[in-house]
C-alpha cells in the first residue's frame, strides 16, 4: 500500500472540501461534493499519470503531463456546463472558473506541488469571500470606474 499515494488523495479531498464548504454556504449550483470529487480525481489521475510506467517514469518516454491536459479540457466541458445565460445576465462563471480552480488543485497534490495547492486553496476561498463585501465597495468598483 503506497501512503503517499494515499495522503495526496485524502489532502485533495481536504482542500476541495474547504473550497465546496465555501460554495454551499453561498449557495452555487455546484457545493461540497463536486468540489471535493473533482479535486480527487483529479489528484488520481495525476498520479496514475506518473504511475503509467513505475517509479521510473522520469527515464521513460511515458509523458505523465498528457493526462493533465486532458484533465483541463475536460473539466472545461464539465464547467460549461453550469454556465447559464438568460437575457443580459450570465450566472455560474464563478462556480465554473472554481471548478477548473479545484481540479488544478488536485493535480498539484498528485504532482507533490503542495504549497501551491494549499495556497491556490485559501487564494481561491479568500477570492470567492471577497463577493461579501459591503455594498459600498461593490458600488465603488462597479459604478465609478465606469467609461463613459
Not at 67 to 80: E, H, K, L, R, T
Not at 134 to 147: C, G, N, T
Request: aromatic share 12%.
Amino acid at each position: 500500500m503506497d501512503w503517499v499515494v494515499i495522503g495526496k488523495i485524502f489532502l485533495a479531498f481536504f482542500l476541495g472540501s474547504m473550497i465546496g464548504i465555501e460554495r454551499t454556504v453561498h449557495n452555487s449550483p455546484a457545493g461540497l461534493r463536486t468540489y471535493a470529487a473533482i479535486c480527487i480525481g483529479a489528484c488520481l489521475f495525476g498520479v496514475l499519470s506518473t504511475h503509467v510506467v513505475g517509479t521510473s517514469f522520469y527515464t521513460s518516454g511515458v509523458d505523465p503531463s498528457r493526462i493533465a491536459a486532458q484533465i483541463v479540457s475536460g473539466i472545461g466541458f464539465i464547467g460549461a456546463g453550469v454556465i447559464f445565460k438568460s437575457g443580459d445576465t450570465t450566472h455560474g462563471l464563478t462556480t465554473a472558473a472554481t471548478i477548473w480552480v479545484a481540479a488544478a488543485i488536485g493535480l498539484g497534490v498528485a504532482f507533490s506541488q503542495y504549497s501551491a495547492a494549499v495556497v491556490t486553496t485559501f487564494i481561491t476561498i479568500f477570492l470567492l469571500a471577497l463577493n461579501q463585501m459591503p455594498f459600498w465597495i461593490k458600488f465603488k468598483s462597479r459604478y465609478l470606474h465606469k467609461q463613459p
